[in-house]
């Protein structure tokens, strides 16, 4: 089971394109993307589980659910079309239909996706005319990664290769997410291709199993989006034989994609706003990799924890703190903590460590927390960012 990080991205993949222009929904970045495959793709998708759930969320959600099958994904950034009631289900179904017009392909081979400010009209007048204009490109990936942006700092986007069945099959995602992001399924949006032959069930298999271990074991302020949506597209150009979970190969595809989310995800805790610091939490020991995931959880998403690496302040009482209060079956007596090479407790008894070291580890860009629960096999990692006084600055005037 070899995989490959390349450099690479969403048209990487054989048989996509993609692009991104400036519509004026957002004062100067550009704010639509699009993404088209050559055929239509076997799709698969999670989705927010919050009750609350934008109107292009729950028209891609019926027609994936219905077809198996995507072929373009229109996105834009800087209006969520959330809680804007018939008017914005029909122009979610506008911007879905002025697509696949574009395209000259039917309508409900069009996933769409938008992110932004919840509550406030989408400016069909501004959108619907800038969809018409959008020429995708084998090169216009890094446009679209640009188009999807919002509080976001930098494109997130990763890329890797494996051979599979003796073919050469490539897996490539781009993602954004700076803040809202306690995702109960996936990121704020998050759109990965393939070349691979697999049918929807199975992707939809494989992209679930994935996203349990990355993008739900992030945090950054513990808000879930109304707009929360992965996407991944598989179109099968790479003429590999169909892929189930009884091929041999089967272990190869799900690190491709085990692999993309999980750069994907510790991209957007390292982007989280006002962030300075990644914050990695592994956990060792637990009852189960399920309550392992739990305690990580808990532990990454403190805010004492995460005000604590940002001020360089190694006090694990705090990481002690959350452990006790994560809902997991812990012995109190058992507990190893470290952060970074340095161990601060042994089975629950404070060790002395120098604070001028610790402090000196805490100034890097990321900060590891290891747990030992000595409590079982189970073990797992969630990931988050420390919490400063620029998250306070940006969310304070975010519409304006």
Same mark, same amino acid.
């Given at each position: 089971m070899?995989?490959?990080k390349?450099?690479?991205?969403?048209?990487?993949?054989?048989?996509?394109?993609?692009?991104?222009?400036?519509?004026?929904?957002? &004062?100067?970045?550009?704010?639509?993307?699009?993404?088209?495959?050559? %055929?239509?793709? #076997?799709?698969?998708?999670?989705?927010?589980?919050?009750?609350?759930k934008?109107a292009?969320? =729950?028209?891609?959600?019926?027609?994936?659910? +219905?077809?198996?099958?995507?072929?373009?994904i229109?996105?834009?950034?800087?209006?969520?079309?959330?809680?804007?009631?018939? %008017?914005?289900?029909?122009d979610?179904?506008?911007?879905?239909?002025?697509?696949?017009?574009?395209?000259?392909?039917?309508?409900?081979?069009?996933?769409v996706?938008?992110?932004?400010?919840i509550?406030?009209?989408?400016?069909?007048?501004?959108?619907k005319?800038?969809?018409? &204009?959008?020429?995708?490109?084998?090169?216009?990936?890094?446009?679209?990664? +640009?188009?999807?942006?919002?509080?976001?700092?930098?494109?997130?986007?990763?890329?890797?290769?494996?051979?599979?069945?003796?073919?050469?099959?490539?897996?490539?995602?781009?993602?954004?997410?700076?803040g809202?992001?306690?995702?109960?399924?996936?990121?704020?949006?998050?759109?990965?291709?393939?070349d691979?032959?697999?049918e929807?069930?199975y992707?939809?298999?494989?992209?679930s199993e994935?996203?349990?271990?990355?993008?739900?074991?992030?945090?950054?302020?513990?808000?879930?989006?109304?707009?929360d949506?992965?996407?991944?597209?598989?179109?099968?150009?790479? =003429?590999?034989? #169909?892929?189930?979970?009884?091929?041999?190969?089967?272990?190869t595809f799900t690190?491709?994609?085990? #692999?993309?989310?999980?750069?994907?995800? &510790?991209?957007?805790?390292?982007?989280?706003?006002?962030?300075? !610091?990644?914050?990695?939490?592994?956990? %060792?020991?637990?009852?189960?990799?399920?309550?392992?995931? %739990?305690?990580? !959880?808990?532990?990454v998403g403190?805010?004492?924890?995460?005000?604590?690496?940002?001020?360089?302040?190694?006090?694990?009482? =705090?990481?002690?703190?959350?452990?006790?209060?994560?809902?997991?079956?812990?012995?109190?007596?058992?507990?190893?903590?470290?952060?970074?090479?340095?161990q601060?407790?042994?089975?629950?008894?404070?060790?002395?460590?120098s604070? +001028?070291?610790?402090?000196?580890?805490?100034?890097?860009?990321?900060?590891?927390?290891?747990?030992?629960?000595?409590?079982?096999?189970?073990?797992? &990692?969630a990931?988050?960012?420390?919490?400063?006084?620029d998250?306070?600055?940006?969310n304070?005037?975010?519409?304006?």
């Amino acid at each position: 089971m070899t995989i490959k990080k390349i450099s690479g991205n969403i048209t990487t993949p054989l048989g996509f394109k993609a692009t991104g222009l400036h519509s004026g929904v957002k &004062k100067e970045r550009k704010d639509l993307g699009l993404i088209i495959s050559e %055929q239509p793709a #076997s799709a698969a998708a999670v989705y927010t589980l919050n009750a609350i759930k934008a109107a292009p969320l =729950r028209l891609t959600k019926e027609n994936i659910g +219905e077809t198996g099958r995507v072929q373009a994904i229109i996105a834009n950034s800087g209006n969520a079309n959330a809680c804007t009631g018939p %008017q914005g289900d029909a122009d979610a179904l506008t911007m879905q239909e002025a697509t696949a017009s574009l395209l000259n392909i039917q309508s409900n081979l069009v996933a769409v996706a938008s992110t932004g400010v919840i509550g406030q009209p989408m400016p069909m007048d501004i959108i619907k005319p800038a969809i018409e &204009k959008l020429v995708p490109e084998k090169d216009g990936a890094e446009e679209f990664s +640009e188009a999807i942006l919002t509080t976001d700092t930098f494109a997130k986007t990763t890329c890797y290769e494996a051979e599979i069945a003796e073919k050469k099959v490539t897996l490539a995602g781009t993602a954004k997410g700076s803040g809202m992001i306690k995702p109960n399924m996936a990121t704020m949006l998050g759109f990965l291709t393939t070349d691979a032959e697999i049918e929807p069930q199975y992707l939809q298999q494989a992209l679930s199993e994935a996203t349990d271990t990355t993008f739900n074991c992030i945090t950054v302020d513990g808000d879930t989006s109304t707009n929360d949506m992965v996407i991944v597209m598989a179109n099968g150009l790479a =003429r590999n034989d #169909s892929l189930t979970p009884d091929h041999p190969d089967w272990p190869t595809f799900t690190k491709l994609i085990q #692999s993309a989310c999980e750069d994907l995800a &510790k991209l957007i805790a390292r982007d989280g706003e006002g962030a300075t !610091k990644l914050i990695e939490v592994d956990v %060792q020991g637990a009852i189960s990799d399920t309550e392992a995931v %739990q305690v990580a !959880k808990s532990v990454v998403g403190s805010s004492l924890v995460k005000t604590a690496v940002y001020g360089t302040d190694a006090n694990w009482g =705090r990481i002690i703190a959350a452990i006790g209060y994560s809902g997991a079956s812990v012995n109190p007596d058992t507990i190893d903590t470290s952060i970074g090479h340095i161990q601060m407790l042994k089975d629950s008894q404070p060790l002395d460590f120098s604070e +001028e070291e610790a402090t000196a580890y805490m100034e890097q860009d990321t900060v590891l927390i290891t747990i030992d629960l000595k409590n079982g096999e189970g073990s797992g &990692k969630a990931w988050g960012c420390d919490l400063t006084y620029d998250y306070v600055r940006i969310n304070a005037s975010y519409r304006s």
